[in-house]
């Protein structure tokens, strides 16, 4: 099992940043994809960046250029550091890990978090 915990979400203006961050614990040595997906009301979710165990990453469209993935797998930390942020990606961002490559297929994603709020004001 695997557990994950977002943190980092807040209330911030448009064009401000915020970095989100995703703590796991448990039997991480499993773990080949970890990703994050935002899910706005009245949305389905989408995958918005995810990373492979060999570094490869992916980003959504919407947000290739603002968003950036980093991880410290020494401490099992994953951030999305978002710049430049919009109206657009509000939601509630979730933190999911994956025993097999995922990328944005959220139904390959063994592991998810709570999510932490984000809104961003015109």
């Known amino acids: 099992q695997v557990q994950l915990v977002e943190s980092g979400g807040g209330s911030v203006q448009a064009g401000g940043s915020l970095r989100l961050s995703c703590a796991a614990t448990?039997?991480?040595?499993?773990?080949?994809?970890m990703g994050w997906f935002r899910q706005a009301p009245g949305k389905e979710r989408e995958g918005v960046a995810a990373?492979?165990?060999?570094?490869?990453?992916r980003y959504a469209d919407s947000v290739k250029g603002r968003f950036t993935l980093s991880r410290d797998n020494a401490k099992d930390m994953l951030y999305l550091r978002m710049d430049n942020l919009k109206p657009e990606d509000t939601g509630m961002y979730y933190c999911?890990?994956?025993?097999?490559?995922?990328?944005?297929?959220?139904?390959?994603?063994?592991?998810w978090g709570r999510g932490t709020q984000v809104t961003v004001s015109s």
């Open positions: 448990g039997d991480t040595h499993n773990i080949i994809s």
């Open positions: 990373i492979q165990r060999d570094n490869t990453m």
């Open positions: 999911a890990a994956a025993r097999f490559s995922a990328y944005f297929t959220a139904s390959l994603y063994d592991y």
